[in-house]
């Protein structure tokens, strides 16, 4: 089947600075990856949809410039938190199609983040 | 904003009992999906049910549709200690240039064995 990674899968860092998180179809060309939050107990919101070679699109009250989406390649997209502050820990999780119509969506294990 | 909508929000049972689970949803939709989370892990694909089917089978695992009340229902028959997780269920319907899964917000299921 196909396999999504994630890298890293945890991470801490300080307050005010930046953290980059990627995404990888390992065996499949993706030409839609979607980012997913996830709060502890709570479902995945989805955060941003990203179509390679194109600007990602988000959902209404995500940030753009805080959370920067960069899908260059057909296997890798990559989340960026900028300025991550406490608010901003949460499990991170993306996904990807390997058309834009289809109907699976294979999720990558996850990222988790810590902000101090 | 979240389309589907889980109940129970918790369920317990023993082992080798079967467990069932309902999930709402408002709007029309191509798909629905059901996930298993175990816990701080990845999301685990169970089992897809078209708009236009009403009954899918896979192992253990049986999924109803009724497009007609919006709603879907998973049941897990002869539950086992490992079937512990939470269980989302995910509607997919195409919105503009992208098809998009909505997710409800869960279910906590735990079999004891």
């Not at chain 1, 980012?35 to 989805?46: A, E, N, T, V």
Request: glycine share 6%; aromatic share 8%; hydrophobic share 30%.
């Amino acid at each position: 089947g196909a396999v999504v990674s994630q890298h890293p899968s945890r991470v801490i860092c300080k307050s005010g600075t930046s953290v980059k998180i990627e995404c990888r179809s390992l065996d499949f060309q993706a030409t839609t990856m979607f980012w997913y939050r996830q709060f502890p107990k709570q479902s995945l919101m989805l955060m941003a949809t990203s179509n390679e070679g194109s600007k990602a699109t988000y959902e209404q009250g995500v940030e753009k410039d805080k959370f920067l989406i960069n899908h260059a390649s057909l296997t890798l997209s990559t989340l960026t938190v900028t300025s991550a502050h406490p608010e901003d820990s949460s499990f991170y999780i993306c996904s990807a199609r390997i058309r834009h119509y289809q109907e699976t969506q294979y999720f990558g294990p996850g990222t988790r983040l810590l902000v101090l | 904003s979240q389309q589907g909508e889980e109940d129970p929000q918790a369920l317990s049972i023993q082992e080798g009992e079967n467990a069932t689970m309902n999930c709402s949803y408002k709007t029309s939709i191509n798909n629905l999906q059901w996930y298993r989370q175990n816990s701080g892990r990845g999301l685990v694909h169970l089992i897809l049910i078209r708009s236009n089917e009403r009954e899918k089978h896979s192992g253990r695992l049986r999924v109803t549709l009724d497009t007609s009340k919006k709603s879907s229902s998973l049941l897990i028959t002869a539950s086992r200690a490992a079937d512990t997780a939470s269980y989302f269920c995910a509607t997919d319907r195409i919105t503009g240039a992208n098809s998009k899964l909505t997710f409800g917000k869960g279910i906590t299921l735990s079999v004891r064995p």
